[in-house]
């Protein structure tokens, strides 16, 4: 039973360009949410998507986009980097009709780096 | 908004219990207390959630107090492998996805 994959691990860009993280959810989940975390805090809330669309969403400037595919799997993208978007990207999962107490499922996230 | 508050550091001695606290003074009714742990350079990891008895796993035990305002997670045996930060939140469920992690606890258990 596959958990939450991401890719790539790592990946540096530089400044003013844009990147695109992948995420494949835990099998038999349909729903995905993304963080962001910075080097010494906590995860922060980027957005949620669920049906192919973005249900809810964090204090995140519209830099950050996402996208839902049918087979439940998302992409997180971010245009126009900044030095401040370096992170540890993590994509989390989670069911829809499940009991909404479940937890989630997280990856071991993308490590960006901006230059 | 972080709803709760952790001490930022603990340690404890392999074989020992780990005892974490965590105050959540706002809890409202509807929230849980969720535990996740994580390992440097990994994902979150979750432990255990509890609305207002205690629980236990095969990972861990969650005591909430009557007033669930605290709780306290419990290592029972710490192991070197148990060394990662430890977030304590409240939530009404965490299926909504949209969890507020704080700073959380950096447990280090030395030999």
């Known amino acids: 039973d596959a958990g939450v994959t991401q890719s790539p691990t790592h990946l540096i860009k530089t400044r003013g360009q844009q990147v695109t993280l992948r995420c494949s959810p835990k099998?038999?989940?349909?729903?995905v949410s993304w963080y962001q975390q910075a080097l010494g805090q906590g995860p922060q809330f980027i957005f949620q998507y669920y049906e192919e669309e973005e249900r809810q969403r964090g204090n995140f400037p519209d830099r950050f986009s996402g996208h839902q595919f049918p087979n439940y799997s998302s992409e997180l993208n971010v245009n126009a980097l900044l030095l401040g978007d370096s992170a540890l990207y993590l994509c989390a999962s989670s069911l829809s009709s499940g009991e909404h107490n479940s937890p989630l499922h997280f990856g071991n996230g993308t490590r960006l780096t901006v230059t | 908004d972080a709803k709760t508050t952790q001490p930022p550091s603990m340690d404890c001695a392999e074989g020992r219990a780990a005892n974490l606290p965590c105050n959540h003074s706002t809890i409202s009714g509807n929230e849980y207390v969720y535990w996740y742990r994580q390992i440097h350079s990994q994902g979150p990891q979750y432990i255990i959630h509890?609305?207002?008895n205690n629980e236990t796993n095969e990972m861990a035990s969650l005591i909430i107090t009557e007033d669930r305002k605290s709780s306290t997670l419990i290592l029972p045996h710490a192991t070197l492998r148990d060394t990662a930060v430890y977030y304590c939140i409240v939530d009404r469920g965490s299926t909504l996805g949209r969890l507020y992690f704080g700073r959380g606890t950096q447990l280090t258990v030395w030999p």
């Open positions: 509890g609305l207002k």
């Open positions: 099998s038999g989940h349909d729903t």
